[in-house]
């Protein structure tokens, strides 16, 4: 019986490093991670082992800093967008380049001190900017853009209660509960022409100040409200995923020990997590 090769891809994940903009009067610092894959057309390094065509994954990470040192003042999306390009004119065998990237700004230091050659920063947990586009060789580009691994909370207010049980349910009525959510805002432009800076800057403002004004009535009910406000706040948006877990704090029993615990203690362990995602379609 014959066979046949199908679609074979390979690439490389996981490349960190830091671009640092000193163009402005306020330097700016980044830590990215690129993950690149590329969907080629040469089975023969499959079938035969013959790798006269087979480009090595080290030119891949190399490609990924060298155009970093252009773009250390970019958005993700147009250095991603430069980066594709790169990989489908470097061979005639990439049928299209997948890359994501995150990035995570450092928080400069408050300082009396005059701008100078050396400037400081500190690398605050904070979430991330992302872009994903996928760039065939021959057909439109896919972008997606995003923020990745935002945490908001909430000290009380949220409620779940007319749920639906079965016989192994065990969750009780809540009217006034703390509400911990952990997540990724992501969406796709209705067209190519968008500052993605500017619309990053709304879409988070957005997030932020829908869940500040916002009664939780269970995860789902949230995600949808932070989703359908990005819609609101970016015109040029045509859709949103919002996807995440609701991070379950309970208050911790301290009467072993004669403690009180008026809403002041409550767990942090994550490593049970309820998932829930949501896709938003402007119409």
């Known amino acids: 019986m014959g066979h046949s090769i199908g679609d074979h891809a390979y690439g490389e994940c996981g490349i960190e490093f830091l671009l640092v903009d000193r163009s402005g009067p306020q330097q700016r610092v980044r830590r990215f991670r690129a993950d690149v894959r590329l969907l080629m057309d040469h089975p023969e390094v499959y079938r035969d082992g013959d790798n006269t065509r087979l480009v090595p994954v080290s030119s891949i990470s190399n490609s990924v800093l060298a155009l970093g040192a252009r773009h250390t003042a970019s958005e993700p999306e147009t250095y991603a967008l430069a980066l594709a390009e790169r990989f489908l004119t470097a061979t005639t065998r990439v049928r299209s380049a997948d890359v994501r990237l995150t990035a995570s700004g450092f928080t400069p230091l408050p300082s009396d001190r005059p701008a100078s050659v050396?400037?400081?920063?500190?690398?605050?947990?904070?979430?991330?900017?992302?872009?994903?586009?996928?760039?065939?060789?021959?057909?439109?580009?896919?972008?997606?853009?995003?923020?990745?691994?935002?945490?908001?909370?909430?000290?009380?207010?949220?409620?779940?209660?007319?749920?639906?049980?079965?016989?192994?349910?065990?969750?009780?009525?809540?009217?006034?509960?703390?509400?911990?959510?952990?997540?990724?805002?992501?969406?796709?432009?209705?067209?190519?022409?968008?500052?993605?800076?500017?619309?990053?800057?709304?879409?988070?403002?957005?997030?932020?100040?829908?869940?500040?004004?916002?009664?939780?009535?269970?995860?789902?009910?949230?995600?949808?409200?932070?989703?359908?406000?990005?819609?609101?706040?970016?015109?040029?948006?045509?859709?949103?995923?919002?996807?995440?877990?609701?991070?379950?704090?309970?208050?911790?029993?301290?009467?072993?020990?004669?403690?009180?615990?008026?809403?002041c203690v409550y767990t942090a362990a994550d490593h049970q997590q309820s998932t829930v995602t949501v896709d938003i379609h402007r119409i």
């Open 118 to 263: 050396a400037q400081h920063f500190s690398a605050l947990p904070r979430h991330q900017d992302h872009a994903h586009l996928t760039l065939p060789r021959h057909g439109e580009p896919v972008l997606r853009s995003g923020l990745l691994n935002m945490e908001l909370f909430a000290t009380g207010g949220a409620t779940f209660t007319g749920f639906a049980r079965d016989a192994y349910t065990t969750t009780q009525t809540f009217t006034d509960r703390v509400f911990g959510a952990r997540f990724n805002v992501t969406w796709r432009h209705s067209g190519t022409d968008t500052d993605h800076g500017q619309s990053r800057a709304r879409a988070e403002q957005a997030v932020v100040e829908a869940f500040s004004e916002h009664t939780s009535r269970s995860s789902q009910h949230t995600f949808h409200h932070l989703g359908a406000a990005v819609l609101d706040a970016c015109p040029e948006v045509a859709e949103v995923r919002v996807e995440g877990t609701h991070l379950t704090r309970g208050l911790v029993d301290l009467t072993p020990f004669g403690v009180g615990n008026e809403g």
